[in-house]
């Protein structure tokens, strides 16, 4: 093993002094005020209050005990003094460049204090000197790194050791220790209130983050439930395309050959259209759901859905207008199922054994749909009271909606029922005469 040389020990105590020079010359670039990003306005005024508190009472003391206990005239007492205090305004913004001034003036302080004459106290540090001096280490420890409360910490210790054992006539007392003592404690507070503030800080924004993140995950999983659904309805259509586009040159006498050609070039467009939607379908169904085979319901099924809610103990009336449930395009009569499903849950949920009323009417070429329910008969707790719910229900019905170029309106009603209400296009949405957006 290599025995260290004198080489070797200066090199590695310059590497040292050189990262604790760089962590003592680099502050942090924020200069935001301590406290200056908080909500409350007392709380950003509160560290100018308590640097002004401070001053008004050091600097009196601090004259006081220099021209009291070291006979020094009252310029040079009142220099220091004012030296020594002014930092903690400095120190909301700026308290690595504040430290810089307090820790010159301490040292500054006891250098003039040891060669006057030294009436009565302790020396070299005076009680306002450590006061303002802790003060400002806790404004820095709640701005800076890590790093550099260590280095100030040591260099604070080494200028008191510096200040108390070299080249100066008097020796220090327990004030010394004091210092070191309160100056290390102040900067391990300060840093353990920082850190538990940061810690709340990237708390929230991690939860903000993953309430975003499970609404989307919501929407998705609607949408990709509603893509499921909507599939028996688009390959319905799709089918008939075919089969009607196959079987026209055997239906209609004398069909032109080129005629023929393009009923079979549609029906077999038809049938690829098919076998892509069976992949897409694919993608889109989950383990859960790999099993619905079953026909998607409407608005015919709408009579069973009420009766089976007043089986709940919902007592439900529906009112369909004639004829009605023959006009409805299957998708929209697809979402009109869906909305009065949740709408009718949610009642089964949130007010059990309200009485509510489904109504379905025509009015041009729209379709309004009306969900309203009373409230309880009696005070009951919701059945989901306890529970924090995922609003999948609402982002349902705004998803349906939006799919067919609706507009749906939910909200409480003054006497304490629910009110939701829909009004969807009452036109085939499949006619290719019809105009539409697709939505983004």
Do not use: C
């Not at 962590?23 to 005024?45: F, K, Q």
């Not at 209130?193 to 708390?203: H, K, P, T």
């Not at 009579?303 to 299957?330: F, I, M, S």
Request: aromatic share 4%; hydrophobic share 45%.
């Amino acid at each position: 093993m290599k025995t260290p040389t004198t080489a070797d020990a200066r090199r590695y105590a310059g590497r040292h002094l050189r990262t604790l020079w760089h962590h003592l010359t680099t502050p942090s670039g924020d200069h935001t005020p301590l406290l200056g990003n908080s909500r409350r306005p007392w709380a950003r005024r509160l560290p100018y209050v308590v640097a002004l508190i401070l001053q008004t009472s050091l600097i009196p003391a601090g004259i006081a005990t220099l021209v009291g206990f070291y006979d020094l005239v009252l310029p040079v007492a009142g220099a220091l003094t004012i030296a020594q205090t002014t930092p903690l305004f400095l120190a909301i913004t700026r308290p690595l460049a504040a430290w810089w001034i307090s820790a010159a003036t301490l040292v500054t302080t006891a250098a003039i204090t040891a060669r006057h004459h030294q009436v009565m106290g302790s020396w070299p540090w005076t009680a306002p000197m450590i006061i303002s001096y802790v003060f400002l280490l806790l404004a820095l420890a709640l701005r800076e790194s890590r790093a550099t409360l260590v280095s100030v910490w040591v260099t604070t210790v080494l200028l008191t050791a510096l200040t108390t054992t070299l080249g100066l006539p008097r020796a220090g007392d327990g004030t010394t220790v004091l210092l070191i003592a309160l100056s290390g404690a102040v900067l391990l507070l300060g840093w353990a209130v920082r850190d538990r503030a940061e810690a709340r800080r990237l708390l929230t924004e991690q939860e903000h983050i993953s309430e975003v993140e499970r609404e989307r995950r919501t929407l998705l999983e609607e949408r990709a439930r509603i893509a499921r659904e909507l599939h028996d309805v688009v390959a319905h259509h799709m089918s008939v395309i075919a089969v009607q586009a196959a079987s026209a040159p055997y239906r209609i006498g004398d069909v032109p050959a080129d005629a023929a050609e393009e009923f079979t070039a549609i029906a077999g467009t038809a049938r690829e259209s098919l076998a892509e939607m069976r992949r897409l379908l694919g993608v889109l169904r989950s383990e859960e759901s790999g099993g619905e085979k079953a026909p998607q319901p409407g608005v015919g099924q709408l009579a069973q859905l009420v009766e089976t809610v007043g089986r709940a103990g919902v007592p439900a009336e529906l009112a369909v207008g004639d004829g009605l449930a023959e006009r409805v395009p299957q998708a929209v009569s697809l979402s009109v199922y869906r909305i009065v499903q949740e709408a009718l849950a949610n009642v089964v949920r949130h007010a059990p054994g309200a009485r509510t009323w489904v109504s379905l009417s025509a009015d041009g070429l729209q379709l309004r749909l009306t969900v309203v329910n009373a409230p309880p008969p009696e005070r009951t707790e919701s059945l989901e009271a306890s529970a924090e719910g995922t609003g999948q229900g609402l982002v349902g019905m705004r998803e349906r909606v939006r799919l067919v170029d609706g507009r749906l309106d939910t909200g409480p009603l003054p006497d304490g029922g629910f009110k939701v209400a829909a009004v969807l296009p009452l036109d085939d949405l499949d006619s290719p005469d019809t105009p539409r957006e697709t939505p983004a």
